[in-house]
């Protein structure tokens, strides 16, 4: 009952706000409208459109994948699909990746090809990461020993 209450007032989608594996989604859909934003600076010649670009390609596409392909280790290897800490290790790489791109440009142009390497750098740990914590995983049987 109570639920359906606080769905009523319209408070029940306050609740996606808890698990990291549906976070991550928000968070990579959120660089939706920065991106736009970019793209109208850019279109202006305020900032760069690669800028633009790379809201949209690291930030909105890269976290959605890092989201989905840790839901569906989980889900096909038979585990609880609830994100670990090396889980939301990787979400947080693959955003703070996608962010040094996007504004450690704004902020230092000069040190451009530093925040080239440290974006490269924490997207490259944040699937090195993935790959640690699934490879045997999805190599194995799955845990709850159905099919598939």
């Given at each position: ?64 994948i890092i989201s989905m392909i840790t839901r569906t280790a ?75």
């Amino acid at each position: 009952m109570r639920n359906a209450c606080r769905a009523a007032r319209g408070l029940a989608s306050y609740a996606v706000r808890r698990p990291p594996i549906v976070v991550i989604l928000h968070l990579a859909y959120a660089w939706i409208p920065a991106g736009f934003v970019l793209l109208g600076f850019s279109a202006l010649g305020r900032v760069p459109h690669t800028l633009a670009m790379h809201a949209f390609t690291a930030g909105v596409i890269g976290g959605a994948i890092i989201s989905m392909i840790t839901r569906t280790a989980l889900g096909h290897t038979g585990r609880p699909i609830v994100a670990d800490r090396r889980d939301i290790g990787c979400y947080g790489l693959v955003m703070a990746g996608a962010a040094l791109r996007i504004f450690g440009p704004l902020v230092a142009p000069q040190a451009f090809m530093v925040w080239i390497g440290a974006a490269g750098a924490c997207w490259i740990a944040a699937f090195a990461l993935y790959i640690a914590a699934y490879a045997l995983p999805l190599l194995r049987p799955r845990a709850d020993g159905k099919p598939g």
